[in-house]
């Protein structure tokens, strides 16, 4: 099993930014990690995905240019690094791991989530 712990969220005004952070533990994942979001009433979406070493990295148009990805092995920890948020960014982040290799962009190419941290952006 792999534990996985979100931080780093907050409320910040347009154009600020933010950092997130997840956590991982237990059986650590040696997989692809990714960053989902859901508004209230929206489905969940792919924000950004990471391989197992974090040399291969990919984003959802709407933050491409914006938001960066990275992972520190060593350390267990995924990092999602938010510039020039918009309100619409606003909804809950959720880390997600996997023991595939394969940097999936649906939720259901991955087997484990964190709880998840709120963002919210202030017009």
């Known amino acids: 099993q792999v534990q996985l712990a979100e931080s780093g969220g907050g409320l910040v005004q347009t154009g600020g930014s933010l950092r997130l952070s997840c956590a991982a533990s237990g059986r650590t994942s040696v997989g692809a990690m990714g960053w989902f979001r859901q508004a209230p009433g929206k489905q969940r979406d792919f924000v950004a995905g990471?391989?197992?070493?974090?040399?291969?990295?990919r984003y959802a148009d709407s933050v491409k240019g914006r938001f960066t990805i990275s992972r520190d092995n060593a350390k267990g920890t995924l990092y999602l690094q938010m510039n020039s948020l918009k309100p619409e960014d606003t909804a809950v982040y959720y880390c997600?791991?996997?023991?595939?290799?394969?940097?999936?962009?649906?939720?259901?190419?991955?087997?484990?989530w964190g709880q998840g941290t709120q963002v919210t952006v202030s017009s």
């Open positions: 997600a791991s996997t023991t595939s290799t394969i940097v999936y962009s649906a939720p259901i190419g991955y087997s484990y």
């Open positions: 990471a391989s197992a070493t974090g040399a291969n990295t």
